[in-house]
């Protein structure tokens, strides 16, 4: 059984620009969730979607949005893009919701400069 | 919405000692805490998750405890080898299906 791609691995982005990031679950499982990843801030909550809505969201600007495909397959997009936004993001899917075991995928490392 | 404070930030232990990490929530909704485990490099990993429902969950070197009361649930590793060295993240769910929020992080490093 495949488990969570996340592409691509590496992006180098300038300010201001903006940057869509995809994450393919496990088939099956319908729950993603996305997570950024600092050193200083361990795993802050963006987004989960189910069955293409978005049911939960965390405290994240505007510039922040996702979405999620009928295959379950979901992007996430990041506009404006600011210095502060580089990091490691990383999605994750659950069969049903995030209780239960979440799997994540190996995250995308986003530079700006 | 749901707070966890995790606690120590970074662990140093001798090969073969315990290890002990923290973990406090707000939610009394909560119901579901889970933890990870993720190794220089790689992806965070479920290694156990215990419900509300439950006190205690042991599997092999690794136990959590639950105290309901006091919000607080704590993570055990017994007998530490190197290769538990890594990063611990504890989470709490708000009840239902609400997202799960993360710890700040244990730094563990077993000395051989």
């Known amino acids: 059984k495949a488990g969570v791609t996340q592409t691509p691995r590496y992006l180098i982005k300038t300010r201001g620009q903006q940057v869509t990031l995809s994450c393919s679950p496990i088939?099956?499982?319908?729950?993603v969730s996305w997570y950024q990843q600092t050193p200083g801030q361990g795993l802050q909550f963006l987004f989960e979607?189910?069955?293409?809505?978005?049911?939960n969201k965390g405290n994240f600007p505007g510039r922040f949005s996702g979405r999620q495909f009928s295959n379950s397959r979901s992007e996430m997009n990041v506009s404006t893009l600011e210095l502060g936004d580089s990091a490691l993001y990383l999605c994750?899917?659950?069969?049903?919701?995030?209780?239960?075991?979440?799997?994540f995928g190996q995250g995308t490392r986003l530079t700006v400069v | 919405g749901e707070n966890v404070e995790q606690h120590p930030s970074t662990l140093s232990v001798q090969e073969g000692d315990s290890a002990v990490i923290k973990c406090t929530y707000s939610?009394?909704?909560?119901?579901?805490f889970p933890w990870y485990k993720q190794e220089l490099g790689k992806r965070p990993q479920l290694i156990i998750d215990?419900?509300?429902?439950?006190g205690e969950k042991k599997d092999q070197r690794i136990a959590v405890t639950l105290n309901k009361t006091a919000k607080h649930f704590s993570l055990h590793i017994t007998e530490t080898q190197p290769e538990d060295s890594a990063v611990y993240f504890c989470?709490?769910?708000?009840?239902?299906?609400?997202?799960?929020?993360f710890g700040i992080g244990t730094k563990l490093q077993v000395i051989p």
């Open positions: 088939s099956g499982h319908r729950s």
């Open positions: 939610d009394s909704a909560s119901n579901y």
């Open positions: 979607y189910f069955s293409e809505t978005q049911r």
């Open positions: 994750a899917s659950s069969l049903q919701d995030m209780n239960t075991e979440a799997f």
């Open positions: 989470a709490a769910n708000g009840g239902g299906y609400q997202k799960v929020t």
């Open positions: 215990i419900r509300s429902n439950v």
